[in-house]
Each structure stands twice: as structure tokens, then as C-alpha cells.
């Protein structure tokens, strides 16, 4: 972290309280870290919003590899983008439920792209994607 700048919020009092039970909830010891992090949520939000920004993201799914053909489909799409996939993780939930992360990095279009297509694959019960940062333009 470089030096620390000191500044102070104007905001409606009401909203000031919600805020503070809020972040209380969430187990921040106090308002400064988590208005960081609400500052580090929004440049990430906007590094998505540029197609060639370079991006990373963690895809998780859940699925019955009974189901269909799925388990090959979802090999045979991360070995067609082994440029964008960084590594996968499969652990056994029971006899029929896997759950696979599998971790991207590349410019934010195309890893947006492939992470809306491995999550709507057929057979896929949930999926959910976190686009999140390389980390380089946060501090
Ligand atoms: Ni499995």
C-alpha cells in the first residue's frame, strides 16, 4: 500500500447507520476497510467492462456425471481453450454429484464468453462464475 490519504464522507445519518450494522454483520472491524472494499468491487466491475482488459475468474459447477455426455463435454471445452483455462478442480460429492472449478484468465470478453458456456451446458444444475482481477491495477 502506498501512503495513506485521510478524507471525510458526508452522508445522510440514516444511511451512515445502515451502513455501520451492515458492515458489522459482515464482521468488518471498521468503516474504512470495508469502504475499500467496496472501492476494490467497483474497479473490478469496471475492468469487465473493457473487452481486452486482462481478467481472471473462478467458474464453479455442479453436476451428475450420469448426465448425458457431460463430464467429455466439459474436458472437451477447456482443452480447446487451454489458453484461457488455468487450472480445474474436480472432487466427488457422492456416487452421482461432481463439483468442478475451473479457473480462467485472459481478456475479460473471452472469458466471460466461455464462462456463460460452461455454465449453461446442459446437465449443469448450478453454476456460478466470479469475475474478479489480476490485481495489478488495485492496491
Ligand atoms: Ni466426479
Known sequence: MGSAARYTISMDERLLKKF??????KGYANRSEAIRDLIRDSLVAEEWGKANEKVAATVTLVYNHHASDLSDR?????????????????????NDNCLEVVILRGKSQTVRSLSEQLIALKGIKHGKVVLTTEGKKLW
Do not use: P, Y
Open 20 to 25: 455501520d450494522s451492515h458492515i458489522a454483520r
Open 74 to 94: 466439459l474436458t472437451e471445452i477447456q482443452h480447446h481453450h487451454g489458453g484461457l483455462v488455468v487450472a480445474s478442480t474436480h472432487v466427488h460429492l457422492d
